[in-house]
């Protein structure tokens, strides 16, 4: 049996993925934090202030839908990857899992 001190960050990222799925509030909310988090020009540069805070909020809220500590939280990075997806509708189709060419 897993502690949550143990969880596997698969099971806390499956965790956020049925919350997103299965309550619509908790996807408005996650896109709208999304949408608050600034574009962040380079990986060299700081994050700044007030997207510092945008993440800290996301961080607790994805914590208060899943009841999982979500081990660190989601990086600067990882806020960028979700935000080009969610928020702007972007997804790298070259490294899209149902694409047919990676199936070969």
């Not at 596997?8 to 709208?32: A, C, G, V």
């Not at 600034?38 to 805070?53: C, I, K, L, N």
């Not at 989601?74 to 199936?103: F, G």
Request: with cysteine.
């Amino acid at each position: 049996m897993q502690t949550t001190q143990h969880l596997d960050p698969h099971t806390e990222l499956r965790s956020l993925y049925m919350s997103l799925l299965t309550r619509q509030e908790n996807f408005d909310e996650f896109k709208q934090l999304l949408s608050m988090y600034p574009a962040v020009p380079s990986e060299d540069e700081a994050e700044p202030p007030a997207a510092a805070e945008v993440r800290q909020k996301l961080n607790q809220r994805i914590r208060e839908w899943t009841g999982l500590p979500f081990s660190g939280g989601l990086s600067s990075s990882q806020i960028q990857m979700w935000r080009a997806i969610v928020v702007e509708d972007r997804i790298n189709i070259a490294l899209s899992p149902w694409r047919e060419s990676n199936c070969y």
